[in-house]
């Protein structure tokens, strides 16, 4: 069985910073992609960031130049660092990653973790 596990969330006030990490657990898979999604109450899931196995990244327009996202592959984790943090930032952040496993493509979410940015 493959499992994602994040952790980092908390309570920060407005303008502070707050990393996430993201590892990937298990065998028998490599990683194509990972990256997170964030979930507001009352709001649909929605990108965030995300690395590719190259090294290339997206990020949404929303938390771009705040929000950086890198990995170690050799670890399969992978960590978001948010600067400059806003209220509207306050979600449950997914990590996300598309892995091959037994053969195919597979996409996997994690549990999520809260951030909860005061203003």
């Known amino acids: 069985q493959v499992q994602l596990v994040e952790s980092g969330g908390g309570l920060v006030q407005a303008g502070g910073s707050l990393r996430l990490s993201c590892a990937a657990s298990?065998?028998?898979?490599?990683?194509?992609?990972m990256g997170w999604y964030r979930q507001a109450p009352g709001k649909q899931r929605e990108f965030v960031a995300a690395i590719f196995k190259g090294g290339s990244t997206n990020y949404a327009d929303s938390v771009t130049g705040r929000f950086t996202i890198f990995s170690d592959n050799a670890k399969n984790t992978v960590a978001l660092q948010m600067n400059s943090l806003k209220p509207e930032d306050s979600a449950v952040y997914y990590c996300?990653?598309?892995?091959?496993?037994?053969?195919?493509?597979?996409?996997?979410w994690g549990q999520g973790t809260q951030v909860t940015v005061s203003s």
């Open positions: 996300n990653a598309e892995m091959i496993y037994s053969g195919s493509k597979q996409g996997y």
């Open positions: 298990g065998s028998g898979f490599k990683i194509n992609f």
